[in-house]
Protein backbone atom coordinates (compact mmCIF):
# COMPACT_ATOMS: atom_id res chain seq x y z
CA UNK A 1 0.00 0.00 0.00
CA UNK A 2 1.49 3.69 -1.17
CA UNK A 3 2.04 5.94 1.49
CA UNK A 4 -1.14 8.50 2.26
CA UNK A 5 -0.42 11.99 1.44
CA UNK A 6 -3.93 13.10 0.13
CA UNK A 7 -7.50 12.35 1.78
CA UNK A 8 -10.79 13.10 0.09
CA UNK A 9 -13.66 13.84 2.66
CA UNK A 10 -17.00 14.72 1.16
CA UNK A 11 -19.03 16.86 3.10
CA UNK A 12 -23.01 17.81 3.11
CA UNK A 13 -22.68 20.86 5.62
CA UNK A 14 -24.80 18.96 7.89
CA UNK A 15 -24.49 19.02 11.65
CA UNK A 16 -23.12 15.31 11.23
CA UNK A 17 -20.37 16.34 8.72
CA UNK A 18 -18.74 17.73 11.85
CA UNK A 19 -17.95 13.83 13.09
CA UNK A 20 -16.28 13.26 9.55
CA UNK A 21 -14.44 16.23 9.24
CA UNK A 22 -13.00 15.41 12.57
CA UNK A 23 -12.21 12.03 11.90
CA UNK A 24 -10.70 12.73 8.40
CA UNK A 25 -8.38 15.57 10.25
CA UNK A 26 -7.37 13.74 12.59
CA UNK A 27 -6.26 11.04 10.14
CA UNK A 28 -4.70 13.53 8.12
CA UNK A 29 -2.98 14.71 10.21
CA UNK A 30 -1.66 11.77 11.39
CA UNK A 31 -0.08 11.15 8.27
CA UNK A 32 0.67 14.66 7.96
CA UNK A 33 -1.19 14.49 4.31
CA UNK A 34 -3.45 16.80 2.95
CA UNK A 35 -7.24 17.39 3.03
CA UNK A 36 -9.20 17.90 0.04
CA UNK A 37 -13.52 18.85 1.76
CA UNK A 38 -15.81 18.20 -1.69
CA UNK A 39 -19.64 19.03 -1.55
CA UNK A 40 -21.72 18.10 -4.69
CA UNK A 41 -24.79 20.08 -5.86
CA UNK A 42 -26.63 17.64 -6.78
CA UNK A 43 -27.74 18.12 -10.46
CA UNK A 44 -31.42 18.41 -11.21
CA UNK A 45 -31.58 16.66 -14.60
CA UNK A 46 -31.28 13.58 -12.03
CA UNK A 47 -35.46 14.78 -11.14
CA UNK A 48 -36.12 15.70 -14.46
CA UNK A 49 -38.51 12.62 -14.81
CA UNK A 50 -39.93 13.09 -11.40
CA UNK A 51 -41.21 16.90 -11.96
CA UNK A 52 -41.40 19.61 -13.25
CA UNK A 53 -39.91 22.83 -12.08
CA UNK A 54 -41.62 26.13 -11.24
CA UNK A 55 -38.79 28.43 -12.18
CA UNK A 56 -35.53 28.16 -14.38
CA UNK A 57 -33.23 25.44 -13.41
CA UNK A 58 -30.06 26.67 -14.94
CA UNK A 59 -30.71 29.86 -12.35
CA UNK A 60 -31.55 27.84 -9.54
CA UNK A 61 -28.16 25.80 -10.23
CA UNK A 62 -25.89 28.57 -10.47
CA UNK A 63 -27.53 29.86 -7.67
CA UNK A 64 -26.54 26.87 -4.96
CA UNK A 65 -23.59 26.17 -6.32
CA UNK A 66 -22.75 30.12 -5.28
CA UNK A 67 -23.60 29.61 -1.74
CA UNK A 68 -22.27 26.22 -1.19
CA UNK A 69 -18.85 27.96 -1.98
CA UNK A 70 -19.68 30.63 0.64
CA UNK A 71 -21.06 27.64 2.71
CA UNK A 72 -17.82 25.82 2.02
CA UNK A 73 -14.92 29.02 2.75
CA UNK A 74 -17.01 29.79 5.73
CA UNK A 75 -16.54 26.36 6.86
CA UNK A 76 -12.85 26.07 6.26
CA UNK A 77 -12.73 28.79 8.08
CA UNK A 78 -14.66 27.78 11.31
CA UNK A 79 -12.98 24.81 11.23
CA UNK A 80 -9.16 26.42 11.01
CA UNK A 81 -8.67 25.17 14.93
CA UNK A 82 -9.56 21.87 14.30
CA UNK A 83 -7.48 21.24 11.49
CA UNK A 84 -4.59 23.22 13.26
CA UNK A 85 -5.07 20.85 16.57
CA UNK A 86 -4.74 17.60 14.42
CA UNK A 87 -1.72 18.65 12.80
CA UNK A 88 -3.56 19.22 8.98
CA UNK A 89 -1.33 21.54 7.09
CA UNK A 90 -3.26 21.84 3.78
CA UNK A 91 -6.99 22.11 3.55
CA UNK A 92 -8.93 22.89 0.53
CA UNK A 93 -12.08 22.84 -0.38
CA UNK A 94 -14.13 22.69 -3.66
CA UNK A 95 -17.75 22.25 -4.71
CA UNK A 96 -18.44 20.12 -7.57
CA UNK A 97 -22.51 19.91 -9.62
CA UNK A 98 -23.47 16.26 -10.59
CA UNK A 99 -24.58 13.01 -9.48
CA UNK A 100 -22.69 12.75 -6.09
CA UNK A 101 -21.19 9.53 -6.03
CA UNK A 102 -19.43 10.05 -9.35
CA UNK A 103 -18.15 13.68 -8.57
CA UNK A 104 -16.68 12.31 -5.86
CA UNK A 105 -15.19 9.65 -7.70
CA UNK A 106 -13.92 11.33 -10.23
CA UNK A 107 -12.25 13.97 -7.84
CA UNK A 108 -10.60 11.15 -6.52
CA UNK A 109 -8.75 9.78 -9.57
CA UNK A 110 -8.24 13.56 -10.41
CA UNK A 111 -6.67 14.30 -7.39
CA UNK A 112 -4.71 10.38 -7.08
CA UNK A 113 -6.04 10.80 -3.70
CA UNK A 114 -5.11 7.93 -1.61
CA UNK A 115 -7.82 7.55 0.68
CA UNK A 116 -11.29 8.91 1.39
CA UNK A 117 -13.39 9.31 4.40
CA UNK A 118 -16.85 9.89 4.35
CA UNK A 119 -19.96 9.19 6.22
CA UNK A 120 -22.06 6.08 6.00
CA UNK A 121 -25.52 8.21 5.75
CA UNK A 122 -26.50 10.87 3.71
CA UNK A 123 -29.79 10.76 1.58
CA UNK A 124 -32.75 9.45 3.80
CA UNK A 125 -36.12 8.40 2.32
CA UNK A 126 -37.26 7.83 -0.97
CA UNK A 127 -34.15 10.07 -2.14
CA UNK A 128 -32.11 7.07 -0.97
CA UNK A 129 -34.14 4.78 -2.36
CA UNK A 130 -34.06 6.70 -5.69
CA UNK A 131 -30.84 7.37 -6.04
CA UNK A 132 -29.13 4.58 -3.92
CA UNK A 133 -26.55 5.46 -0.82
CA UNK A 134 -23.58 7.15 -2.15
CA UNK A 135 -21.35 5.55 0.26
CA UNK A 136 -22.24 2.41 -1.22
CA UNK A 137 -21.34 3.27 -4.39
CA UNK A 138 -18.93 4.92 -3.88
CA UNK A 139 -17.06 1.72 -1.47
CA UNK A 140 -17.70 -0.94 -4.34
CA UNK A 141 -15.96 1.85 -7.41
CA UNK A 142 -13.24 3.94 -5.51
CA UNK A 143 -9.60 3.06 -6.94
CA UNK A 144 -8.61 3.88 -3.64
CA UNK A 145 -9.71 2.96 0.03
CA UNK A 146 -12.41 4.46 1.35
CA UNK A 147 -13.27 4.91 5.48
CA UNK A 148 -16.50 5.09 6.54
CA UNK A 149 -17.89 6.56 9.74
CA UNK A 150 -21.39 5.73 10.77
CA UNK A 151 -22.24 9.50 12.22
CA UNK A 152 -25.50 8.01 13.93
CA UNK A 153 -23.21 5.73 16.43
CA UNK A 154 -22.24 6.62 19.28
CA UNK A 155 -18.36 6.52 19.94
CA UNK A 156 -17.67 3.15 21.80
CA UNK A 157 -15.38 3.36 25.09
CA UNK A 158 -13.55 1.25 27.00
CA UNK A 159 -13.16 -2.41 24.93
CA UNK A 160 -15.94 -3.91 22.64
CA UNK A 161 -16.26 -7.93 23.34
Request: hydrophobic fraction near 45%; proline fraction near 4%; charged fraction near 20%.
Amino acid sequence: MQAIQSILTPIDFSDNAGKIVKAAAYVAGTFKAELHLVFVVQSFEDYSGFFVPPISLPNMEEELFASAEQQMESYIEENKTLFADAGVSSVTGKVLTGDVAEEILTFAAKKKVELIIMGTHGYKGLERIMFGSVADKVVKTACCPVMTINPYREECEGNVT
